[in-house]
């Protein structure tokens, strides 16, 4: 069974650099079929991609955060990290780690399963000075 | 960038009754990478249908999607308990890549 698990600081001041690790365990992050991704959830309100990595190294990035977002991973701890520089408080979220990928077939085509199957708990993360 | 509009924003119901949720789209989108997720406080969203009409494994069967082009919809039968919850729709667009999430559907016990 595949598990996701956050961690990192639950605190920081505006200007700092939130630093988050997804422990993966269960599967392996090289895996070409899947997608490792981090999405967030500001206190009371919806969803927010921010970026994923795949194949090893390759990532996409919501447009909106671009500018200040990383993604990486570290395939020997089978993890993948974010970073967001330059720390606001509207970056105050839940920051939850999720996979999507693989496919499924409808008679004779197969599709990528573009959804998020496997998500973590999340994690708790407060920008304030 | 594709928008995903939700409604209604809050859906009240009793225990028993079927719920339909809307979700729709700015623009047409494919049907394959539209999904359905239920979130319950304190908890992360769980995926229950993907490719807009297919369970995700250990969604019940009172739970049916379906649609296509910009209109979307999620249909639970005989509402229980564990059912009220918020639902989200998201999309997946690949030129460029991105994933969109719906506003959100409340779905509250009457």
């Known amino acids: 069974q595949v598990h996701l698990q956050e961690s990192g600081p639950g605190l920081l001041k505006p200007s700092q650099t939130l630093s988050l690790t997804c422990t993966v365990s269960g599967a392996s992050i090289t895996s070409d079929d899947y997608y490792w991704s981090w999405i967030r959830q500001p206190p009371g309100k919806g969803l927010e991609w921010i970026g994923n990595?795949?194949?090893?190294?390759?990532?996409d990035f919501n447009p909106s955060l671009k500018s200040r977002v990383s993604i990486s991973v570290d395939t020997s701890k089978n993890q993948f990290s974010l970073n967001l520089t330059s720390v606001i408080a509207a970056d105050t979220a839940v920051y939850f780690c999720?996979?999507?990928?693989?496919?499924?077939?409808?008679?004779?085509?197969?599709?990528?399963?573009?959804?998020?199957?496997?998500w973590g708990h999340g994690t708790r993360v407060t920008v304030s000075s | 960038e594709i928008v995903l509009t939700q409604s209604p924003g809050t859906l009240s119901l009793s225990p028993g009754e079927r719920a339909t949720l809307s979700c729709r789209a700015s623009?047409?989108?494919?049907?394959?990478?539209l999904a359905w997720y239920q979130q319950k406080p304190g908890q992360a969203p769980s995926l229950l249908i993907y490719g807009a009409s297919n369970r995700a494994t250990g969604t019940p069967d009172r739970f049916s999607a379906g649609g296509s082009g910009t209109d979307f919809t999620l249909s639970i039968s005989r509402l229980e308990p564990g059912d009220f919850a918020v639902y989200y729709c998201?999309?997946?667009?690949?030129?460029?890549?991105?994933?969109?999430f719906g506003q959100g559907t409340k779905l509250e016990i009457k």
């Open positions: 998201q999309h997946y667009g690949s030129a460029p890549p991105m994933y969109t």
């Open positions: 990595i795949y194949d090893s190294g390759h990532t």
């Open positions: 623009e047409s989108i494919t049907r394959t990478s």
């Open positions: 999720a996979r999507d990928g693989g496919h499924y077939c409808s008679g004779a085509t197969c599709f990528n399963i573009d959804a998020f199957q496997i």
